[in-house]
Every structure is written in structure tokens, then in C-alpha cells.
């Protein structure tokens, strides 16, 4: 008599999907977790009420500020292009930064 899926032959791979799945889950949420965290409401934001805007724009002037030590007047803009958030900083207004939003933290934009 063969066992069943978790103590026959079929183990290896049925324990090998199902770990891949639990992981890729796992980094799902997690990924999630970051987004909801800065402004995205993930089904608010689905329902049309979208990213905080004020909040995000504030968080990519904090890293710009940290990262470069300017204290000067700048302008961000953050964009949501559907795909991505991506915030801009303006310098009498000129563009000196760019960052895109990713796994809940502000990136600069090589």
C-alpha cells in the first residue's frame, strides 16, 4: 500500500510547494505591511482614496534632508504612477533627487 501525500513517495514535492507557497506569502504580507504602513490603505486605496500624499511627501523630505544635509526651502512632489510612488525634490526649482517608494522606505533613484 502507498502512503498518502505526506508520507508517500509524494512528500518531497508536496512539502517542497507548500514551503515555497508559505514563504511567498510571507514576503508578501511583509511587503504589504511596509506599504500600508506609509499611507497606502491597500483597499482604501483600491476604493479611490488612495496613498496620504502629505504623509509620504514628508517621509522622502526626511531622507532627502538626511542623506544630503540640506536644510534649505525644497519642494516634493509625490506621484503615484499606478505601478509606483515615486517623490521628487525641487531646488529653486530645479530637480536634485528622486526617489521611488519600495518595501515601505523611500529609495533613491540611480
Same mark, same amino acid.
Given at each position: 500500500?502507498? =502512503?498518502?501525500?505526506? $508520507?508517500? &513517495? +509524494? @512528500?518531497?514535492?508536496?512539502?517542497?510547494?507548500?514551503?515555497?507557497?508559505?514563504?511567498? *506569502?510571507?514576503?508578501?504580507? +511583509?511587503?504589504?505591511?511596509?506599504?500600508?504602513?506609509?499611507? *497606502?490603505?491597500?483597499?482604501?486605496?483600491?476604493?479611490?482614496? =488612495?496613498?496620504? *500624499?502629505?504623509? *509620504?511627501?514628508? @517621509?522622502?523630505?526626511?531622507?532627502? &534632508?538626511?542623506? $544630503? =544635509?540640506?536644510?534649505?526651502?525644497? &519642494?516634493?512632489?509625490? +506621484?503615484?504612477?499606478?505601478?509606483?510612488?515615486?517623490?521628487?525634490?525641487?531646488?529653486?526649482? &530645479?530637480?536634485?533627487?528622486?526617489?521611488?517608494?519600495?518595501?515601505?522606505?523611500?529609495?533613491?533613484?540611480?
Amino acid at each position: 500500500m502507498q =502512503g498518502g501525500y505526506l $508520507t508517500g &513517495r +509524494r @512528500a518531497g514535492p508536496v512539502l517542497m510547494v507548500a514551503l515555497v507557497l508559505a514563504v511567498a *506569502l510571507m514576503v508578501g504580507f +511583509r511587503s504589504w505591511g511596509g506599504v500600508a504602513a506609509a499611507g *497606502l490603505r491597500g483597499v482604501a486605496a483600491a476604493c479611490g482614496s =488612495g496613498p496620504d *500624499l502629505r504623509a *509620504l511627501e514628508q @517621509a522622502a523630505l526626511e531622507v532627502y &534632508r538626511e542623506q $544630503t =544635509g540640506d536644510t534649505g526651502p525644497v &519642494r516634493v512632489q509625490v +506621484r503615484d504612477f499606478g505601478c509606483h510612488l515615486q517623490a521628487d525634490v525641487y531646488k529653486d526649482g &530645479r530637480l536634485v533627487e528622486s526617489y521611488i517608494y519600495r518595501y515601505g522606505q523611500w529609495q533613491e533613484i540611480d
